[in-house]
């Protein structure tokens, strides 16, 4: 029979290299116009749904505090903290194409806060004040205030008695403090703890600390900078903290585990191919299996996301155990039929082949349903990477794998050996024994599963990097935590008013322990009616007793009439966030506030958190009270994991019952239910195990079941459609070694999801080799093909 142009293995093989040709060069075009390697964190988690008002807020959040560094240069001479601190702020300032906003202290803060709140005394009050004013008793006010009059460390001075006999308004400036750890000399920002001296500086990266150039531009300022300190200050202990240093350890640890990882996995597989075939062209075939797969992984990744998440190419590492499977038929097959053509065993193993990566396309596609970036990067990176090994074997091994293999010697009768040492020769004795060992096994390890959906375990940091940022963060009363509140109103003075409502909860909650600080505009300002208020208390002061008043403290009744003209003068002047936000103090709360816009009609404000203890019991306060809300990405990011990891799994009983209906077509539905059974026992007993051993599971253990189901379904096809087990037997025995070394080794990972998702495949890709040949128990004997 003559074979057309297009079935030759020359045009196969041609069509192949042209496939080849225009994927690299779409690659190349796809990294020239912007494709990246993506390292943030955040850019593979749920999307969640939100409000406009909540999604501004959280965007506002996350990129004012994503890029700001924070650095304490702790010693326990307070000078030389100082002079460590100024080195630092010299050095980084110098990087201007690295670093903005370099900062600490500034020594003219205490003139500009007074500059701003100054013209507006008579509508500030603290509660005390105001508690006081409003029994109309000012006896405590006039004690207070003589105490200051004849104190050696007192405030008062003539001019500002002349505008403020009571001294009001110190006590309201020093309420502006956040804590009374933090002070300012020298121009630079200090904190105290027992004997030593912590001077803090603080600095915005131009770019994001997820970007790698960005991450080797900043930290490379960074370690110059702190290495002159070091030489100059050797007693200096210097804290860091911020998203840099995590994004930095992350980068690095992904780095490190995608090379040892590949290459191990590569190693073991080619030394595995190499003692069962002992021959070259194998080895090279299986590399070109493997890099052709990656290739197209890396491009069709590229095409549809325009970028390639880090955690894609960890996971994508384990292509290089799957790929190579359609190999491992080929030649196993090869080996078993020596006398066959390349093409005639392609013919022989193509239903098999096809049904496989059929259901891990299905395996891969349930992957891509995950409401999770990274994880649908990783569906589409290792479901192409198969289809280019599946083209590679179709196209390129006509051709290039024609050439004649070693006489087998013990790989086939080795198969042999075991497949009759695991399987019983009573097929009775599998559900006499078996069936119930395994279902004992599954009811005790699967009622002691538990669950841990927290996303705080996608990216774990060093110790060094922990630890170091705690410390800081202790310094600075608590630092600022995930969580914020959330406060809106429907016009800006509405706003402030929940602003005002909101602080006693808030203060209370201090108290009680429940949260170290917080920093809310309500602290900056009050809303117009709290400052319409106070000016209406302090008519007590200014108004007709006001002679008698300045008597007693021993001031010159004739100050009575300029101050109520002043006082007189103030009314219906309040202060505005407006003009709060041109002063020095109000350019760094500026952030803080969420105008209305045409995205959202209403106005918010952030409230930060600082040192959270009992979030629970925040969270039952903030419910209780109306325009407010606790956003908790984290909580509310991990809540969405544990839904769909529910969801994973009934996904999951759908794919096996559509399996099930797919393979019944061919093998009738006994065999069919068989072959669907060995990956459902499989992933049970994976879960079992994994439950013993007091493993949690989250999302990444079900989504690693799916590859489980896909994988171990093919191990049950190939026996179901075997017409030589021995050779089979050969081919999954290397498939799942291949798999293992891929997977067994990601579940080494220091990233927990890695090693979840790397850890639950290795069980259930063990199970299923264990299991796969009892399928040939129940499959009809084949006629041999003429």
């Known amino acids: 029979m003559r074979i057309s142009s297009f079935d030759s293995a020359r045009n196969r093989l041609i069509i192949f290299i042209s496939l080849l040709l225009l994927l690299v060069a779409i690659g190349i075009q796809q990294w020239q116009q912007g494709g990246k390697i993506q390292t943030d964190i955040l850019a593979m988690l749920p999307h969640l749904q939100q409000d406009s008002l909540t999604h501004s807020a959280l965007d506002r959040v996350e990129s004012q505090l994503a890029d700001r560094l924070y650095f304490g240069l702790v010693s326990p001479k307070q000078q030389d903290a100082i002079a460590a601190a100024k080195l630092l702020i010299q050095q980084l300032s110098a990087a201007k194409q690295v670093f903005t906003q370099v900062e600490s202290g500034h020594n003219d803060i205490a003139t500009s806060i007074n500059k701003l709140y100054f013209p507006y005394r008579f509508n500030l009050l603290t509660q005390q004040q105001q508690q006081t004013l409003a029994k109309n008793d000012l006896t405590p006010l006039i004690n207070h205030a003589q105490s200051q009059l004849y104190s050696a460390f007192g405030f008062a001075s003539s001019q500002l008695l002349s505008q403020d006999p009571l001294l009001l308004y110190p006590a309201n400036i020093q309420a502006l403090a956040q804590s009374q750890r933090l002070n300012i000399t020298d121009g630079i920002l200090m904190a105290h703890e027992g004997t030593n001296s912590a001077a803090i500086v603080m600095a915005k990266g131009l770019q994001s600390a997820f970007n790698p150039q960005a991450q080797q531009a900043q930290s490379a300022v960074i370690n110059h900078a702190l290495q002159l300190i070091q030489q100059q200050y050797p007693e200096i202990h210097i804290l860091k903290a911020g998203a840099l240093f995590h994004a930095q350890a992350a980068t690095q640890t992904a780095k490190t585990e995608i090379s040892n990882i590949g290459s191990i996995s590569l190693i073991g597989v080619f030394l595995l191919v190499w003692l069962t075939f002992r021959s070259a062209m194998p080895i090279l075939m299986a590399l070109l299996t493997i890099s052709t797969g990656l290739v197209i992984a890396v491009v069709m990744t590229l095409v549809i996301f325009g970028e390639i998440h880090l955690i894609t190419l960890v996971f994508g590492t384990s292509l290089i155990g799957i790929a190579i499977d359609y190999s491992f038929h080929f030649y196993c097959e090869r080996l078993a039929q020596p006398n066959f053509s390349a093409s005639r065993t392609i013919r022989l193993i193509l239903p098999a082949i096809s049904l496989a990566l059929l259901t891990s396309a299905l395996a891969y596609l349930g992957m891509g349903l995950a409401p999770f970036p990274g994880m649908q990067q990783v569906a589409v990176f290792c479901g192409s990477g198969l289809i280019g090994a599946y083209l590679t074997l179709i196209l390129a091994y006509p051709l290039l794998a024609n050439g004649k293999l070693p006489q087998p010697t013990w790989q086939l009768s080795l198969a042999q050996r075991y497949l009759q040492w695991i399987i019983p020769a009573n097929p009775r004795t599998v559900g006499r024994y078996l069936v119930p060992v395994m279902a004992l096994f599954i009811v005790v390890g699967i009622s002691q599963l538990h669950s841990n959906d927290d996303i705080r375990q996608l990216q774990q940091s060093p110790a060094s990097i922990t630890q170091s940022e705690n410390q800081l963060r202790q310094l600075l009363s608590g630092g600022t935590d995930n969580q914020f509140i959330l406060v809106r109103g429907a016009t800006e003075q509405a706003l402030l008013q929940h602003l005002t409502a909101l602080t006693p909860v808030l203060n209370s909650a201090q108290q009680q322990g429940e949260i170290g600080n917080f920093v809310s505009l309500a602290r900056y300002i009050p809303s117009q009616q709290q400052q319409q208020h106070n000016y209406q208390l302090q008519q007590h002061i200014y108004g007709k007793n006001l002679p008698q008043t300045l008597a ?222 009892m399928v040939s128990l129940f499959a009809p004997k084949p006629m041999q093909e003429q």
């Not at 309040?574 to 969420?594: H, R, V």
């Not at 984290?634 to 769909?644: E, L």
């Open 552 to 773: 007693q403290l021993g001031l010159p009744t004739d100050l009575a009439a300029p101050l109520q003209q002043q006082y007189q003068a103030a009314k219906g002047h309040y202060l505005t966030l407006t003009e709060l936000f041109k002063s020095p103090l109000g350019q760094q709360l500026a952030p803080l506030y969420l105008p209305a816009n045409a995205i959202h009609s209403q106005y918010g404000a952030i409230v930060l958190l600082g040192g959270i203890k009992q979030l629970p019991q925040l969270q039952q306060r903030i419910d209780a009270i109306p325009n407010v809300m606790l956003v908790d990405k984290v909580g509310d990011i991990s809540k969405v994991m544990g839904h769909f990891r529910h969801m994973t799994l009934i996904m999951l009983a759908l794919a096996l019952i559509c399996a099930w209906a797919i393979f019944s077509l061919r093998f009738g539905r006994r065999l069919a239910l068989i072959v669907t059974a060995i990956p459902l026992l499989a992933g049970l007993l994976s879960l079992a195990w994994l439950g013993i051993i007091g493993e949690p599971i989250n999302l990444f253990n079900t989504l690693a079941l799916i590859l489980v189901f896909g994988i171990g379904v093919d191990y049950s096809l190939f026996f179901a459609e075997s017409k030589q087990n021995d050779a089979v037997m050969l081919a999954v025995f290397m498939s799942a070694c291949s798999t293992l070394l891929a997977f067994g080794l990601l579940a080494f990972s220091k990233t927990e999801a890695i090693h979840a998702f790397g850890l639950t495949l290795a069980l259930g890709i063990a199970f299923a080799f264990l299991l796969a040949p």
